[in-house]
């Protein structure tokens, strides 16, 4: 059975909500003759960067084989910029173009980037790259000078845009919910769709009093549980209190999610009331845990305790 998130991934630009300006920019640059072969799209996790790159590859000629998706985070070195400089150097096999989508490029060594700076400087013709990042601070910046979209961020959908889809899904998978639920799960969604369809695929079998339950304890995760560990590790509590409430999240949470929350939550304290261990705090938790998961989480709270 398919997951709803896969389900309901839109594989064309109408099918995209929100960012109604970038969609229209990116239109606009793939109609040109002399459109660019290299974009990047920027943005938080799971805002649609990857979808937003697969309908590109297809606007852009390219199908099957001649698509290639390559994560970064585990494919980062030297290596894999060979590869690529020799996949380019073929002709497509399936459609008029070929397209490159580096995911999670800002992992990528300074080797490849260097290696890489050279097949960005003249790719053949019929060859596009889509870069996809979170972090595109750490993109060195000659890589992100021969980039399209450079200006531009794939943003998180607005609280009424979510609301359209949660109801739209609940109403094509013929379920019925309350109004409250709904909104419970598009506020903690942060107008991450893929984050609001996760949450509905794990939820959308339960109903009444099971369902309310459920709901209040993924809130209670999601919410006070992120914020009780940072007043925590402010008010310099013991670490036998900080894995109290770690041990509170559970083992099957979204890392990303929490550190973003936190970093979100510090934000405001800093511009409130600025000061060392605020700031501190803030670079413990400033790379993320896709990669280190629940053992990243902890480390940055046990730094953050320790300063």
């Known amino acids: 059975m398919t997951d709803l998130a896969n389900k309901y991934r839109p594989t064309n630009f109408s099918e995209v909500r929100g960012n109604s300006s970038l969609k229209s920019i990116i239109l606009r640059s793939l109609k040109k ?11 938080t996790r799971g805002c649609g960067k990857t979808t937003l790159a697969r309908i590109m590859a297809e606007k852009l000629g390219a199908k099957g084989r001649d698509l290639k998706e390559l994560n970064i985070a585990s494919l980062r070195g030297i290596d894999t ?5 020799e996949l380019v150097s073929y002709m497509p096999m399936d459609g008029g173009s070929k397209v490159i989508v580096l995911n999670e490029v800002h992992k990528a060594t300074n080797e490849f980037f260097n290696a890489m700076l050279e097949i960005l400087e003249e790719p053949p013709p019929n060859v596009y790259f889509i870069l996809c990042t979170t972090e ?3 993109v060195l910046p000659t890589i992100m000078s021969r980039c399209a979209l450079r200006k531009f961020y794939v943003k998180p959908l607005k609280r009424r845009e979510m609301q359209e889809l949660v109801e739209e899904v609940l109403s094509e998978e013929d379920m019925e919910w309350k109004e409250k639920h709904i909104k419970q799960l598009v506020k903690m969604s942060e107008g991450i769709p893929r984050e609001a369809l996760i949450l509905l695929d794990s939820l959308i079998t339960l109903s009444g009093k099971r369902l309310t339950k459920a709901m209040d304890e993924i809130v209670r995760a999601s919410d006070d549980l992120p914020i009780d560990l940072i007043r925590a590790i402010n008010n310099k509590e013991s670490w036998a209190t900080i894995k109290v409430i770690l041990k509170g999240l559970g083992e099957d949470i979204d890392v990303e999610q929490i550190r973003w929350k936190i970093l979100k939550y510090m934000r405001k304290v800093l511009l409130d009331k600025p000061n060392a ?31």
Do not use: M, W
């Open 33 to 43: 003759e002399d459109k660019p072969q290299c974009y990047i799209l920027q943005g």
């Open 81 to 85: 910029a060979r590869s690529i400089e």
């Open 136 to 138: 595109p601070h750490k």
């Open 277 to 307: 261990q605020t700031a501190f705090t803030i670079e413990c938790f400033e790379d993320s845990f896709v990669e280190s998961g629940l053992a990243g989480l902890y480390l940055a709270c046990y730094k953050a305790l320790n300063l």
